[in-house]
């Protein structure tokens, strides 16, 4: 997946991060019930997007002992079962899965402008990010996506992470709003400066590429369009961005599958979604885009479900069958 070799196919079809699943941990509070009720779903939501056309899946990392659930109980069995859903994810697609590791597991809590005056940062990432790294390669994962930075000296931690595990290459996403972020590296530094500096990090002994990931995608294809070809190998915009005002509200409610919506309730919803959503003409632009920059998987973030990513595979297949660039 070198970005400085050229590329030789389309986009490869990038699954989602699983969130929806890794949200519910909060909820268990046993190790039987752990397992009981995620096998399934994991397994269901990996054939799900096997079906609707995703060639390389994500396994998704489970990581919330990191975040200090549960004071830490289950950090021995989550790491075990990163093992589990690696190899799980190589058996429903048979190939290697790429594992995605999620950033901001220490004391931040996810607050990054709190993240931003925490000393040693690059230190604290690898030193959180290896042995789930280390328990990834141990269920047959050789590369790690790690998504959605804000900050470079945590990136620069994940990807030396990435080194001490032994892993053969590593994608570092970022959000597009994380040029904004106060004390952050990425403010004076342009995407494509920011993937070179991580490149020279490991002189060569790590294959390292960015991404762009979880935001709207006017976001995401204005940071494309002013970038080189070459500099992001996975882009996956969100599909679906809802807003926290009334309106997000209204849509959660109306969205909620033990709500029965009525005629005027289903126009409403549907005219919402419109609203909130990846548009067509933004999708096929991103196709479009992802040919053009040498982008090796394309893939849709929050909001997506394996019907929506499905779309996408059916673009990109349309796409080269018109003999779009590749």
């Known amino acids: 997946m070198s970005p400085n070799s050229p590329s030789t196919q389309t986009p490869e079809v990038l699954s989602g991060p699983f969130g929806s699943?890794?949200?519910?941990?909060?909820?268990?509070?046993?190790?039987?019930?752990?397992?009981?009720?995620?096998?399934?779903?994991?397994?269901?939501?990996l054939q799900a997007y096997k079906d609707g056309g995703v060639?390389?899946?994500?396994?998704?990392?489970?990581?919330?002992?990191?975040?200090?659930?549960?004071?830490?109980?289950f950090t021995d069995e989550l790491l075990h079962w990163n093992q589990l859903a690696a190899q799980?994810?190589?058996?429903?697609?048979?190939?290697?899965?790429?594992?995605?590791?999620?950033?901001?597991?220490?004391?931040?809590?996810?607050?990054d402008a709190r993240w931003s005056t925490l000393p040693n940062r690059q230190d604290r990432a690898k030193r959180i990010h290896t042995p789930q790294m280390e328990a990834l390669r141990d269920?047959?994962?050789?590369?790690?996506?790690?998504?959605?930075?804000?900050?470079?000296?945590?990136?620069?931690?994940?990807?030396?992470?990435?080194?001490?595990?032994?892993?053969?290459?590593?994608?570092?996403?970022?959000?597009?709003?994380?040029?904004?972020?106060?004390?952050?590296?990425?403010?004076?530094?342009?995407?494509?400066?920011?993937?070179?500096?991580?490149?020279?990090?490991?002189?060569?002994?790590?294959?390292?590429?960015?991404?762009?990931?979880?935001?709207?995608?006017?976001?995401?294809?204005?940071?494309?369009?002013?970038?080189?070809?070459?500099?992001?190998?996975?882009?996956?915009?969100?599909?679906?961005?809802?807003?926290?005002?009334?309106?997000?509200?209204l849509f959660r409610r109306l969205a909620d599958l033990n709500h029965e919506r009525n005629a005027a309730e289903e126009q409403e919803f549907q005219r919402l979604r419109r609203l909130f959503e990846i548009s067509d003409t933004q999708l096929s632009k991103l196709v479009a885009l992802g040919g053009k920059l040498d982008i090796k998987y394309l893939g849709l973030c929050c909001g997506a479900s394996p019907k929506d990513t499905a779309a996408l595979a059916e673009r990109l297949q349309n796409a080269t069958l018109a003999g779009a660039p590749q």
Do not use: W
């Open 88 to 111: 799980f994810t190589h058996e429903v697609f048979e190939r290697q899965p790429l594992g995605s590791v999620a950033p901001l597991l220490d004391t931040s809590g996810g607050d």
């Open 139 to 249: 269920g047959g994962v050789a590369g790690v996506l790690g998504e959605a930075f804000h900050d470079f000296d945590e990136a620069a931690g994940f990807v030396k992470a990435a080194e001490a595990s032994g892993m053969h290459d590593a994608i570092v996403s970022f959000e597009p709003t994380a040029r904004g972020i106060p004390n952050n590296a990425l403010d004076i530094a342009s995407y494509d400066e920011v993937a070179d500096r991580l490149r020279e990090m490991t002189r060569g002994k790590l294959d390292v590429s960015i991404g762009m990931n979880c935001g709207n995608a006017n976001q995401i294809l204005g940071i494309l369009e002013a970038s080189k070809a070459g500099t992001f190998s996975a882009v996956y915009p969100n599909h679906a961005v809802i807003p926290h005002d009334e309106s997000g509200a």
């Open 55 to 73: 060639t390389q899946p994500v396994t998704p990392t489970f990581a919330a002992a990191a975040r200090g659930v549960d004071g830490g109980k």
């Open 21 to 45: 699943l890794l949200n519910d941990l909060h909820g268990i509070s046993t190790r039987d019930a752990f397992r009981n009720q995620k096998f399934n779903a994991i397994r269901s939501a």
